[in-house]
């Protein structure tokens, strides 16, 4: 809902596991993990470029550990899955970018909630049939 709502304390909540918080930046912490051999997950605080302001962004990516275009059917989350129930929130839809005939960047919005979710391939990046959430990045816009 706001900034406050991106914090450590929200993400322990909410995804049941210890967030790791820089020492020296307490804004600037991030939770990730395994899901198979070649795919793990990450959440990161995004920091404004004003020192010492508390994080306005949240990034979820899915991370290929194989740097190697994997498959990503074992993680695929389809756009349609994410993408209903913000709408059904109330957030409005909307394409932004178009590479290589993919549809890869979705814009949500919601008062001063942004959601910017970018696609890729399920087998092969490039694929435009099959396509799967690769990362989301969540913004307080005001």
Request: glycine fraction near 8%.
């Amino acid at each position: 809902r706001n900034r406050q709502d991106i914090s450590p304390e929200t993400l322990e909540k909410y995804m049941g596991e210890k967030v790791w918080v820089n020492p020296d930046n307490k804004n600037d912490f991030e939770i990730s993990g395994k899901l198979t051999e070649e795919w793990y997950y990450g959440l990161d605080s995004m920091s404004p470029e004003t020192p010492g302001e508390k994080p306005d962004e949240l990034m979820f990516v899915f991370n290929d550990q194989t740097h190697s275009g994997a498959d990503m059917s074992p993680v695929c989350v389809p756009l349609a899955d994410f993408s209903e129930p913000l709408i059904a929130a109330g957030f409005t839809a909307g394409q932004r970018c178009n590479r290589h005939g993919t549809q890869d960047i979705w814009y949500f919005t919601r008062d001063a909630i942004g959601v910017r979710v970018s696609l890729r391939g399920k087998s092969k990046p490039l694929d435009t049939t099959q396509t799967c959430v690769l990362m989301v990045i969540i913004s307080v816009l005001s």
